[in-house]
């Protein structure tokens, strides 16, 4: 059996729980999908988890271009700003949901039923555990908020996922492992 056999019924399942919008049981199936990935490799623990959801689920870490060393202080200074050129432009890759973050979503959500990040312990690369802190963007806990127009969004400590978006950014995760 191939992988991409090996995953179709996970995939269906997941599939089915976001068209009968059963969010608890999708979030669970999407938090899942990561462990088994990084486990057909050979590889467990969070650090593997946090690993292939970085390589994987780009849909939070959108690269988007911004221009090269120039800040404007004031308006006129943004109005007389210098004609761009292709060469004052760089791409820059903005994180707002991270690996460490899905691995803390993972143990809240499966473990403690919640979305409590601060709550958890991740094991740190030395090899002892640590309690989870989120050292871009200060998420503490994660809600699910079912907005067609929400990908993400953060208000003080507590970010807010659409778990549609969520669950489908994690399928296209598993296909792109799957074609590498």
């Known amino acids: 059996m191939n992988l991409e056999?090996?995953?179709?019924?996970?995939?269906?399942?997941?599939e089915s729980g976001i068209k009968e919008k059963n969010w608890i049981l999708s979030v669970m199936c999407a938090c899942t999908l990561p462990d088994i990935c990084t486990s057909l490799e050979g590889k467990r623990g969070n650090a593997n988890y946090i690993k292939w959801f970085n390589n994987y689920v780009k849909e939070y870490q959108p690269r988007l271009s911004r221009r090269k060393g120039f800040i404007a202080k004031t308006l006129e200074e943004w109005i007389n700003r210098p004609p761009l050129k292709p060469e004052d432009i760089e791409l820059h890759t903005h994180v707002f949901f991270s690996g460490v973050n899905a691995y803390a979503l993972r143990c809240a959500f499966l473990h403690n039923g919640?979305?409590?990040?601060?709550?958890?312990?991740?094991?740190?690369?030395?090899?002892?555990?640590?309690?989870?802190?989120?050292?871009?963007?200060?998420?503490?806990?994660?809600?699910?908020?079912?907005?067609?127009n929400l990908i993400f969004n953060q208000v003080g400590k507590t970010a807010y996922i659409n778990p549609e978006k969520y669950c489908l950014a994690v399928i296209t995760g598993v296909i792109n492992w799957i074609e590498t």
Do not use: R
């Not at 056999?5 to 995939?11: A, G, N, V």
């Not at 601060?118 to 079912?146: A, C, H, M, P, R």
């Open 114 to 148: 919640n979305g409590n990040l601060s709550s958890q312990v991740v094991q740190s690369g030395t090899d002892k555990y640590e309690k989870y802190k989120d050292q871009i963007l200060n998420i503490e806990n994660v809600e699910f908020k079912n907005d067609p």
């Open 5 to 14: 056999e090996h995953f179709m019924p996970f995939i269906k399942a997941l």
